[in-house]
């Protein structure tokens, strides 16, 4: 039997598990590497053999063991060596101050302790921060390849996180029992930097750079370790608290303002805290709080008592509006277009200032004396050129036109005001120029005579004001004419009486007519061709009546006839359509618009049948009438040499060149008939000139009563023309100069009385029922039917171009075109209407 040989075996050696064999001397190299790097030993490391350690540990699937291992050492480490120094920096000072808001201390030692504590929470925060970067670095490939698998917050978040955790978020016993709420460290570094803020907002010094470092500090921190954007600490914790705490501080503030009384100082302040808060959050908070910190101030220092603010007597906006305060307004504009967009306070109080205004200049009028001469003012129409001589009292119509004019240039100069307070204080805002429109169309047109008083001023501009002025006055005075007429509602009335003033000016050459082009121009751009239509027709008649003028000089002199030469005739040919009746003869008094015709001197019937002749030659079916009422002539008289004066003017021959009106000129001429020492009464005169009486005492009064032209002798002698008069050649007239002018008949513009605005108030309303009528027909032409309520609306928006039209007129002018069959009514519950064609 075979035996089998003997064999030695090897011991068997127990089975050891090699990774957590090899786990544990890498963790205690990158332990003790975790502690010089906590001591500031780091520049003794090797980050080859740690970046080796993580990576074996990784290697061997201890990843999870690491990143736990990380965290709890950190932990372990801010227990023993961080929180310590933290507590100790929590005195009972700051507590005092911070937290229980205790006074005592001076502003000096509270800054002092406040930063002294927060330099310690940054030191703190500085050396983990830059510890846990170092930490990141040599764990890179746990951090690459097992943490980002593992979808775990990153090593960095994790452990930068210990400071919110385990500083940040660390109770406060002892301070919580005496507040008897539970606080936290996070707590009280609030209530430091909101504490040092506040001393800043009173004027002291602080570190703004340790401010900008601990808020820097919780931008960097987060809720989780998962860090959501929106989640910062700052965001969630420290901004809320500084908002509402700002909130309170500027609530009390604004109090505070407001018992002070004074608008001027609450401007300045707000806008000083404004810019204060934006500089702060840019160099001691966070840019991220400026829009909300800055809607902080604007409701509890704007918004909120805005309105009483506004309504301060004596500095309120009233106030700075009246004295011209243009920085307190050009701050007030941007304080609250900052928090309204519509300026519903800026724009409520500037309509109210303009109407009142507005209103202040019509009553000042009112009590205003006009009777007095204006220092320095030429006598219009009975004055000699070159001769002084002294003012006499205005009469009522003078008077009157004085007040027209001196309310619309105050109304220019407060439009001026306004313009400057919106070109210089409100950056030309729409919002608020439409209001002030508004409220200037407003008072305007509440004043009955605008219209009038706007024409007139016109007038006085374009006769005397442009005299020697430059383009630049021109073009302002004509942009004021188109702004006024701009605020006028009822234009058709402008219309009549520019008419008439344009008239008067035109043939009496008292204008420039380039610069009445311009502005009937700017007119028709403004309000288009109808608006001008007559305006345009008066020019021509002048142009075509000029070239008519030159063409009969030239036929009269081809015909060598003596006894016409010896007259020049200077004619306007004018169309009775484009001029206005008061012009063309037809008084209002004159129902059926006749005129009233005079009986002229022989020789002027001999060159009237002349020109007849001429005119007609090329022009058949053509009717002319003389208009008397609206003519000028010159005159030249000889006054004799006085019987038994042997010196002076009166003891030799004078001649004179006298400018009259034609009604002067026919009665002037009868006089020539008249022998030495003879009159003749008024009656006499009347019955032999066919002028109407109230032209023939015009005519009278301008020869006989004012020294300066009084040619004709009155009896008796007195201030006023009565039909017992009697009227004789003076033959003692003497003048220091050779011509002489006469008040003009109708050749200034006034303003009217009573009566004469009734009569033209009826003459406008007669013609706003045709224009009316022509709208109402016009539309339903168009439209076929319509309702009543919409036919009013149409009416009324084709018409406020021109006028206004009240609703009654418009009714009564549609039962009128009922009558007349142009429309018909639509049965049904709706009033309504149809077009009959």
Same mark, same amino acid.
């Given at each position: 039997?075979?035996?089998?040989?003997?064999?030695?075996?090897?011991?068997?050696?127990?089975?050891?598990?090699?990774?957590?064999?090899?786990?544990?001397?890498?963790?205690?190299?990158?332990?003790?590497?975790?502690?010089?790097?906590?001591?500031?030993? @780091?520049?003794?490391?090797?980050?080859?053999?740690?970046?080796?350690?993580?990576?074996?540990? %990784?290697?061997?699937?201890?990843?999870?063991?690491?990143?736990?291992?990380?965290?709890?050492?950190? &932990? &372990?480490?801010?227990?023993?060596?961080?929180?310590?120094?933290?507590?100790?920096?929590?005195?009972?000072?700051?507590?005092?101050?911070?937290?229980?808001?205790?006074?005592?201390?001076?502003?000096?030692?509270?800054?002092?302790?406040? &930063?002294?504590?927060?330099?310690?929470?940054?030191?703190?925060?500085?050396?983990?921060?830059?510890?846990?970067?170092?930490?990141?670095?040599?764990?890179?490939?746990?951090?690459?390849?097992?943490?980002?698998?593992?979808?775990?917050?990153?090593?960095?978040?994790?452990?930068?996180?210990?400071?919110?955790?385990?500083?940040?978020?660390?109770?406060?016993?002892?301070?919580? &029992?005496?507040?008897?709420?539970?606080?936290?460290?996070?707590?009280?570094?609030?209530?430091?930097?909101?504490?040092?803020?506040?001393?800043?907002?009173?004027?002291?010094?602080?570190?703004?750079?340790?401010?900008?470092?601990?808020?820097?500090?919780?931008?960097?921190?987060?809720?989780?370790?998962?860090?959501?954007?929106? @989640?910062?600490?700052?965001?969630?914790?420290?901004?809320?608290?500084?908002?509402?705490?700002?909130?309170?501080?500027?609530?009390?503030?604004?109090?505070?303002?407001?018992?002070?009384?004074?608008?001027?100082?609450?401007?300045?302040?707000?806008?000083?805290?404004?810019?204060?808060?934006?500089?702060?959050?840019?160099?001691?908070?966070?840019?991220?709080?400026?829009?909300?910190?800055?809607?902080?101030?604007?409701?509890?220092?704007?918004?909120?008592?805005?309105?009483?603010?506004?309504?301060?007597?004596?500095?309120?906006?009233?106030?700075?509006?009246?004295?011209?305060?243009?920085?307190?307004?050009?701050?007030?504009?941007?304080?609250?277009?900052?928090?309204?967009?519509?300026?519903?306070?800026?724009?409520?109080?500037?309509?109210?200032?303009?109407?009142?205004?507005?209103?202040?200049?019509?009553?000042?009028?009112?009590?205003?004396?006009?009777?007095?001469?204006?220092?320095?003012?030429?006598?219009?129409?009975? +004055?000699?050129?070159?001769?002084?001589?002294?003012?006499?009292?205005? #009469?009522?119509?003078?008077?009157?036109?004085?007040? @027209?004019?001196?309310?619309?240039?105050?109304?220019?100069?407060?439009?001026?005001?306004?313009?400057?307070?919106?070109?210089?204080?409100?950056?030309?805002?729409?919002?608020?120029?439409?209001?002030?429109?508004?409220?200037?169309?407003?008072?305007?047109?509440?004043?009955?005579?605008?219209?009038?008083?706007?024409?007139?001023?016109?007038?006085?501009?374009?006769?005397?004001?442009?005299?020697?002025?430059?383009?630049?006055?021109?073009?302002?005075?004509?942009?004021?004419?188109?702004?006024?007429?701009?605020?006028?509602?009822?234009?058709?009335?402008?219309?009549?009486?520019?008419?008439?003033?344009?008239?008067?000016?035109?043939?009496?050459?008292?204008?420039?007519?380039?610069?009445?082009?311009?502005?009937?121009?700017?007119?028709?751009?403004?309000?288009?061709?109808?608006?001008?239509?007559?305006?345009?027709?008066?020019?021509?008649?002048?142009?075509?009546?000029?070239?008519?003028?030159?063409?009969?000089?030239?036929?009269?002199? #081809?015909?060598?006839?003596?006894?016409?030469?010896?007259?020049?005739?200077?004619?306007? %040919?004018?169309?009775?359509?484009?001029?206005?009746?008061?012009?063309?003869?037809?008084?209002?008094?004159?129902?059926?618009?006749?005129?009233?015709?005079?009986?002229?001197?022989?020789?002027?019937?001999?060159?009237?049948?002349?020109?007849?002749?001429?005119?007609?030659?090329?022009?058949?079916?053509?009717?002319?009438?003389?208009?008397?009422?609206?003519?000028?002539?010159?005159?030249?008289?000889?006054?004799?040499?006085?019987?038994?004066?042997?010196?002076?003017?009166?003891?030799?021959?004078?001649?004179?060149?006298?400018?009259?009106?034609?009604?002067?000129?026919?009665?002037?001429?009868?006089?020539? +008939?008249?022998?030495?020492?003879?009159?003749?009464?008024?009656?006499?005169?009347?019955?032999?000139?066919?002028?109407?009486?109230?032209?023939?005492?015009?005519?009278?009064?301008?020869?006989?009563?004012?020294?300066?032209?009084?040619?004709?002798?009155?009896?008796?002698?007195?201030?006023?023309?009565?039909?017992?008069?009697?009227?004789?050649?003076?033959?003692?007239?003497?003048?220091?100069?050779?011509?002489?002018?006469?008040?003009?008949?109708?050749?200034?513009?006034?303003?009217?009385?009573?009566?004469?605005?009734?009569?033209?108030?009826?003459?406008?309303?007669?013609?706003?029922?045709? %224009?009316?009528?022509?709208?109402?027909?016009?539309?339903?032409?168009?439209?076929?039917?319509?309702?009543?309520?919409?036919?009013?609306?149409?009416?009324?928006?084709?018409?406020?171009?021109?006028?206004?039209?009240?609703?009654?007129?418009?009714?009564?002018?549609?039962?009128?075109?009922?009558?007349?069959?142009?429309?018909?009514?639509?049965?049904?519950?709706? @009033?309504?209407?149809?077009?009959?064609?």
């Amino acid at each position: 039997m075979a035996s089998r040989p003997n064999k030695i075996r090897p011991v068997r050696r127990p089975i050891l598990n090699k990774e957590t064999s090899e786990f544990e001397p890498c963790w205690d190299i990158l332990k003790s590497a975790l502690t010089d790097i906590h001591n500031k030993n @780091a520049s003794r490391l090797s980050f080859e053999n740690l970046y080796r350690a993580s990576y074996k540990i %990784v290697l061997r699937k201890k990843g999870q063991l690491l990143y736990d291992r990380v965290k709890e050492f950190e &932990e &372990e480490w801010f227990r023993n060596h961080v929180l310590p120094p933290i507590a100790g920096l929590v005195s009972s000072n700051l507590v005092s101050v911070a937290l229980l808001q205790r006074p005592g201390l001076s502003a000096h030692e509270r800054r002092e302790t406040g &930063e002294r504590f927060l330099r310690g929470i940054r030191d703190t925060w500085e050396d983990h921060n830059m510890s846990m970067n170092m930490v990141a670095d040599i764990l890179m490939y746990l951090e690459r390849s097992y943490v980002s698998e593992a979808r775990q917050p990153s090593i960095f978040a994790a452990t930068i996180g210990l400071f919110r955790d385990h500083i940040l978020r660390n109770n406060l016993d002892g301070v919580s &029992e005496q507040l008897d709420q539970p606080l936290v460290m996070f707590d009280l570094i609030n209530a430091v930097i909101l504490d040092l803020i506040n001393m800043e907002r009173d004027g002291d010094i602080i570190d703004r750079n340790l401010l900008r470092q601990i808020t820097s500090m919780l931008e960097a921190l987060y809720e989780t370790d998962e860090e959501p954007e929106n @989640a910062k600490l700052y965001l969630t914790v420290f901004e809320p608290r500084f908002l509402a705490a700002s909130q309170s501080f500027y609530r009390d503030e604004c109090d505070k303002l407001l018992r002070e009384g004074s608008a001027s100082a609450w401007l300045r302040h707000t806008q000083r805290r404004l810019q204060e808060e934006h500089n702060r959050c840019e160099t001691s908070l966070s840019i991220l709080t400026t829009d909300k910190i800055a809607q902080v101030v604007e409701q509890e220092l704007i918004v909120a008592k805005l309105n009483d603010f506004l309504a301060m007597e004596g500095t309120g906006m009233k106030s700075m509006v009246d004295n011209d305060r243009h920085e307190d307004l050009s701050i007030l504009y941007q304080l609250v277009s900052r928090v309204d967009k519509t300026k519903h306070a800026l724009k409520h109080i500037l309509q109210t200032r303009v109407m009142e205004l507005g209103l202040e200049i019509e009553q000042t009028l009112k009590s205003t004396d006009f009777s007095a001469p204006v220092a320095g003012a030429e006598v219009e129409d009975v +004055g000699e050129a070159g001769e002084k001589t002294k003012a006499q009292p205005l #009469s009522a119509a003078a008077q009157q036109t004085a007040a @027209a004019i001196k309310w619309v240039d105050d109304v220019l100069q407060l439009k001026d005001k306004f313009d400057n307070l919106s070109r210089v204080c409100f950056n030309q805002d729409l919002v608020l120029q439409s209001a002030v429109t508004k409220s200037f169309s407003d008072f305007i047109n509440m004043f009955h005579r605008c219209s009038e008083f706007v024409s007139l001023f016109i007038d006085d501009s374009l006769k005397r004001g442009l005299k020697g002025k430059s383009d630049e006055d021109v073009e302002a005075m004509l942009q004021k004419a188109i702004v006024l007429l701009r605020y006028l509602a009822d234009r058709d009335m402008f219309e009549r009486y520019y008419q008439k003033h344009l008239a008067r000016r035109l043939l009496h050459n008292k204008s420039e007519i380039h610069t009445e082009k311009e502005l009937v121009r700017r007119m028709k751009a403004e309000l288009g061709n109808h608006f001008t239509t007559k305006f345009e027709g008066m020019f021509k008649d002048m142009e075509l009546s000029k070239d008519l003028s030159e063409n009969y000089r030239d036929h009269v002199r #081809s015909l060598g006839d003596a006894d016409i030469k010896n007259i020049d005739l200077g004619l306007h %040919v004018l169309t009775t359509n484009n001029w206005p009746p008061e012009v063309m003869g037809r008084s209002a008094n004159q129902e059926d618009g006749g005129r009233a015709e005079c009986t002229f001197p022989p020789a002027i019937k001999r060159l009237q049948e002349s020109f007849f002749k001429y005119y007609l030659k090329d022009r058949s079916g053509r009717v002319l009438t003389w208009v008397a009422s609206a003519g000028t002539a010159d005159i030249k008289c000889v006054f004799p040499k006085v019987p038994g004066k042997e010196s002076g003017p009166l003891s030799k021959e004078r001649r004179y060149e006298l400018n009259v009106s034609t009604y002067g000129m026919i009665v002037l001429e009868l006089f020539n +008939g008249v022998a030495e020492g003879e009159s003749l009464s008024f009656e006499e005169i009347q019955a032999k000139t066919n002028i109407p009486a109230h032209d023939l005492i015009r005519t009278l009064g301008s020869l006989s009563i004012p020294p300066k032209s009084r040619v004709l002798a009155k009896e008796p002698l007195s201030k006023n023309v009565k039909p017992t008069d009697r009227f004789s050649f003076n033959a003692q007239f003497a003048s220091k100069t050779i011509k002489i002018k006469a008040p003009v008949i109708s050749s200034a513009s006034k303003v009217e009385d009573n009566e004469e605005r009734k009569q033209t108030e009826r003459k406008n309303d007669q013609t706003r029922a045709h %224009v009316v009528d022509a709208a109402i027909v016009r539309i339903m032409k168009q439209r076929k039917e319509l309702t009543h309520t919409q036919l009013t609306t149409e009416v009324i928006g084709q018409l406020a171009g021109r006028f206004k039209p009240e609703i009654s007129m418009i009714k009564k002018r549609i039962e009128d075109l009922l009558v007349r069959e142009y429309l018909e009514r639509i049965e049904g519950g709706t @009033a309504a209407y149809r077009y009959l064609a």
